[in-house]
Structure formats: structure tokens, C-alpha cells
């Protein structure tokens, strides 16, 4: 199996209050991502920033059922997720989302793809 490795995607906005698809499962691959980077920039004012990132099913929602992080993210301060092993998407359509509360969050997603 090769692996064509680096940027899973580019950086993603999420907006505030909104849901973004940020690496989708194409026909007959797998996902493996092993680093997840989210940012606060730009926003205003003081507290944190709300992120949730799920796996969610082809046609499915973001939701509490496919949720695998929540993160709170101080303004202009960045989080790096490195879990032991890579998260692996192996099902056609299946998607990486994000989801923003008050403010606007930027996400990269580092890791593998089946060539």
C-alpha cells in the first residue's frame, strides 16, 4: 500500500457558528490523520474559543453521537492534536467537520492518504 503523505487539507476557516467539512474519504482510499492544528486568530475580545471536531458518516451531521474532540482555545493561541495512533477514515464520503461557538477557528490536518 503507498501512501502519499503531508497536508490533508489546507487551512480551513470554520466561522462562528458553523459547520465545515474538512477531509473527506474519496472512493476506494483511506485517511490516516495524524495531526490536527487549530487556531484562533483574528477574533476580538477576551475567554475562548469553542471547537468540536467529529467523524461523521457519508450523509450524516455533525452531532454529539460522532463527536472525538471538544476543545476550548484561548484568543490567538493555537492547539496541536497528536493522537497515539492516526485516526483512520476508511469509508467512502466519510468526513472530518469542525464546528465554531463565538468565534472563528482555523484548522490543518496533517497525515496520509492511500495512493
Known amino acids: 500500500m503507498a501512501l502519499s503523505r503531508g497536508r490533508l487539507s489546507i ?14 474519504v474519496a472512493s476506494g482510499k483511506k485517511v490516516y490523520i ?9 477574533a ?3 475567554g475562548t474559543a469553542t471547537c468540536s471536531l467529529h467523524i461523521v458518516p457519508n450523509s450524516g451531521t455533525a452531532s454529539n453521537l460522532n463527536r472525538i474532540f471538544d476543545l476550548d ?16 477514515l476508511e469509508t467512502t464520503g466519510e ?19 492511500e495512493a
Open 11 to 24: 487551512i480551513q476557516n470554520c466561522p462562528t457558528n458553523a459547520t465545515v467539512g474538512i477531509v473527506t
Open 34 to 42: 495524524k495531526s490536527i492544528v487549530a487556531h484562533v486568530g483574528g
Open 44 to 46: 476580538s475580545g477576551v
Open 73 to 88: 482555545i484561548a484568543i490567538k493561541e493555537t492547539v496541536l492534536l497528536e493522537p497515539a495512533y492516526p485516526i483512520v
Open 95 to 113: 468526513t472530518l467537520q469542525a464546528d465554531a461557538g463565538i468565534n472563528p477557528v482555523n484548522i490543518v490536518v496533517t497525515g496520509d492518504v
